[in-house]
């Protein structure tokens, strides 16, 4: 079975912070992929990353990055110098080749003060 | 259309009335899903359609949920004799091809509230 676990529930920072949302998966498949998506107060969740479990390198876009490490089935997301509107639910998401379920963490919510 | 239309987005409804929600998925995505959304939960999938193939209903969480797609396009999710544990966001999403591959558009979604 496929589990998303994100341990942080609400997470509070002050602008400009460093921040990191944490994200442990479970599987069994050798094959699977890993998501984060973003979902602001407007309530549409925003697609931010799909890694596949194949690549395990690093990805930076602008002040956002990913850790994916799978010796410890995490792939934790890293929003550098926060801003306010950055401030949402973050969604870590796992989805295995041959299931048509993608299963969501609980999601973490940020709130980044000005 | 430009992205992933859904209808109502909002509805209050008495309990034991049926409701409908409406999604409209971006043009030419084969794959289309449904998502309900509690009050500070994860994301819970319901069924999900793959082009003319049977759905994967196996999310659905009970005999009241159905949820239909007409010519590949629009969908329909119907709750029969709603009840308060109904209330919540449900949530469409579309894609290319089978999500691995591609990542999901969502729409806004229907917030529902069973009173």
């Known amino acids: 079975a496929q589990k998303v676990t994100q341990a942080q529930t609400e997470i509070s920072v002050v602008e400009k912070e460093d921040v990191t949302l944490d994200c442990v998966y479970e599987t069994r498949d050798t094959t699977y992929y890993l998501f984060w998506y973003k979902q602001p107060p407007s309530g549409e969740l925003v697609f931010l990353i799909r890694?596949?479990?194949?690549?395990?390198q690093n990805e930076i876009s602008g002040r956002y990055s990913w850790n994916f490490q799978k010796s410890t089935s995490s792939f934790n997301f890293t929003i550098t110098a926060s801003q306010v509107v950055d401030s949402a639910v973050y969604f870590c998401?796992?989805?295995?080749?041959?299931?048509?379920?993608?299963?969501f963490g609980a999601g973490t919510r940020l709130t980044v003060k000005p | 259309g430009a992205g992933v239309s859904q209808s109502p987005s909002n509805k209050v409804t008495e309990k034991g009335k049926d409701v409908e929600l409406r999604c409209d998925p971006i043009?030419?995505?084969?794959?289309l899903y449904w998502y309900r959304q509690s009050l500070g939960q994860g994301l819970e999938f319901l069924i999900y359609f793959q082009g003319n193939s049977a759905p994967d209903k196996s999310g659905l969480p009970s005999d009241r949920f159905s949820a239909e797609r007409t010519g590949g396009s629009v969908s329909t999710l119907t709750i029969q004799r709603t009840q308060q544990e109904d209330s919540a966001v449900y949530l469409c999403?579309?894609?290319?091809?089978?999500?691995?591959?591609?990542?999901?558009?969502f729409g806004s979604g229907t917030r529902l509230t069973v009173v």
């Open positions: 999403a579309s894609s290319l091809a089978k999500q691995p591959n591609y990542g999901y558009t």
């Open positions: 998401a796992l989805s295995e080749v041959d299931n048509n379920d993608m299963r």
């Open positions: 890694r596949n479990s194949f690549d395990e």
């Open positions: 043009s030419g995505h084969t794959a």
